[in-house]
C-alpha cells in the first residue's frame, strides 16, 4: 500500500494550486460570498477547460477517467483556496450517483453537461427530520399516469438557485427514490436560507412538482443504493477538501510565528506558540493518511465504511484544531471580518456538518465496533 501521490497526481496538484493562486484568491473569495450567485460562472469554465468537472466520469461521458485518489488530491488545492463553487454537490455527489444509478441515457445526457459546466445539479435530501445522519423522508413522489407529483420541503440544498436539475429524494410506495427536478419546473420554490458563512444553501419547497417517470434515477424504492454509494465517495472527497484549508491555515500559522516578534524574539520561539503548530501539524498530517487510507480502500474495493467514519470524524477533529490554534497565534487581528483567518473558520463549520460531522462518523465507527448505538 503506497498512500504517497504518483507523479501525475502531484503534477495535478501543483497545477491546480498554481491555478487557484492566480484565478481565486481570498479577495475574489470575498466578492463571491457577497455575490447573489456565490460563485463565479468565468472560473467555472475554466474548471471545465481543466477537466475538473468530470475528472472522474468515464471518458465515453466526457470525463477524464481519473479514480477517487485523483480527486481527492484536485479537492486538497480546492481547500486550500477555500473556491466558493457547487462542484463538490454537482460533480462528486450528484455525478456520482448518476454515474451508480442513472440508466445509460441519463447518463449519456447528463454526464457529459457536467463534465462541461453546461449543467448545475444540486442534491436535496436534507429535511427537518431527516439527512445524511438517517431519519424519515417525508418528501412524497405519488405515481400520476406517466408521472410522479412531488410534495414536501427539502432544506440546506447548495448552491439551488443556479440549479437547473435538483436530485431529489422523495418517499415512493415504500422506500426512497431518486428523482431529477428540472429547477425551471412549475411548483418548485427556492428560498436562500441567510447563515453568518454566507454559504449559498436554500429552502426547497415542492408544490405538486410534476416529474416524468424517465427522470427517476435508479429502481423505484431503491435510491438509498447508489446514493450511498456516492456519499461514501464525496465524504472522502470533503475530506480532501477539509485537509487542504487545515494545511493552509498551518502554513498561515507558522510563517507568521517566524516573523511575529515580542518580547525581543519571534513568537515561534516560545513552546507554547511552537508545541500548538506542531500538534496541528500532527493532526493535518493525520486527517491526510486516514483520508488517503480511505480513498486507497474504496478504489481497491475494499471494505471501507469503518474508514471513512475514521476519516471524516478525524478530519473534522483537526478542522477544529486548526480554527482554535489560527485564531490563538493570530490573536485579536483574526476576530475581524478583513482577516482571512475568518474565511477559513466559516469554511470550517460548513465542511465540518456536511456528510456528517464526527459525533456522526464517531456513532457509526462505534457502531461497527461492536456497541449499541
Given at each position: ?346 469554511r470550517s463549520k460548513i465542511q465540518e456538518a456536511n456528510l456528517g460531522d464526527s459525533d456522526f462518523h464517531l456513532d457509526n465507527l462505534g457502531g461497527y465496533m461492536g456497541f449499541p448505538t
Amino acid at each position: 500500500m503506497d498512500l504517497g501521490l504518483s507523479e501525475q497526481q502531484e503534477m495535478l496538484s501543483r497545477a491546480a494550486r498554481e491555478f487557484l493562486e492566480a484565478e481565486c484568491p481570498t479577495t475574489l473569495v470575498r466578492e463571491l460570498e457577497d455575490s447573489d450567485g456565490g460563485y463565479s460562472p468565468e472560473l467555472w469554465r475554466k474548471m471545465a477547460d481543466l477537466g475538473w468537472l468530470g475528472q472522474a466520469f468515464p471518458g465515453q461521458y466526457g470525463g477524464s477517467d481519473g479514480t477517487l485518489i485523483d480527486q481527492v488530491a484536485l479537492f486538497e488545492e480546492i481547500g486550500r483556496a477555500i473556491l466558493p463553487s457547487p462542484i463538490l454537490t454537482s460533480t462528486v455527489l450528484c455525478g456520482q450517483t448518476i454515474l451508480y444509478g442513472g440508466n445509460e441515457d441519463q447518463k449519456a445526457a447528463l454526464l457529459p453537461l457536467i463534465s462541461r459546466g453546461d449543467t448545475i445539479v444540486t442534491l436535496a435530501l436534507a429535511e427537518a427530520d431527516a439527512g445524511f445522519d438517517g431519519g424519515d423522508i417525508s418528501v412524497m413522489a405519488t405515481a400520476d399516469g406517466g408521472d410522479y407529483v412531488i410534495n414536501g420541503t427539502k432544506l440546506f440544498v447548495p448552491y439551488a438557485h443556479v440549479a437547473d436539475y435538483l436530485l431529489c429524494v422523495a418517499r415512493t410506495s415504500g422506500a426512497d427514490s431518486l428523482f431529477l427536478i428540472d429547477s425551471k419546473t412549475a411548483g418548485v420554490n427556492i428560498t436562500l436560507l441567510h447563515s453568518v458563512a454566507k454559504y449559498k444553501q436554500h429552502e426547497v419547497a415542492l408544490q405538486n412538482v410534476r416529474v416524468p417517470r424517465t427522470n427517476m434515477v435508479g429502481q423505484l424504492d431503491q435510491g438509498r443504493g447508489p446514493l450511498g454509494k456516492a456519499v461514501d465517495w464525496a465524504t472522502v472527497v470533503q475530506c480532501g477538501e477539509i485537509v487542504g484549508r487545515c494545511q493552509k491555515v498551518l502554513d498561515l500559522v507558522v510563517d507568521y510565528s517566524k516573523v511575529r516578534v515580542q518580547f525581543g524574539r519571534p513568537i515561534g520561539s516560545f513552546q507554547a506558540v511552537l508545541h500548538q503548530c506542531a500538534d496541528l501539524r500532527v493532526a493535518v498530517d493525520g486527517a491526510r493518511l486516514v483520508t488517503y487510507q480511505a480513498a486507497w480502500k474504496l478504489v481497491e474495493g475494499r471494505p471501507c465504511s469503518e474508514d471513512i467514519a475514521m476519516a471524516k470524524a478525524f478530519a473534522g477533529s483537526a478542522s477544529r484544531q486548526a480554527t482554535a490554534v489560527g485564531h490563538g497565534i493570530f490573536a485579536g487581528i483574526a476576530f475581524t471580518v478583513e482577516h482571512d483567518m475568518q474565511l477559513y473558520m466559516m469554511r470550517s463549520k460548513i465542511q465540518e456538518a456536511n456528510l456528517g460531522d464526527s459525533d456522526f462518523h464517531l456513532d457509526n465507527l462505534g457502531g461497527y465496533m461492536g456497541f449499541p448505538t
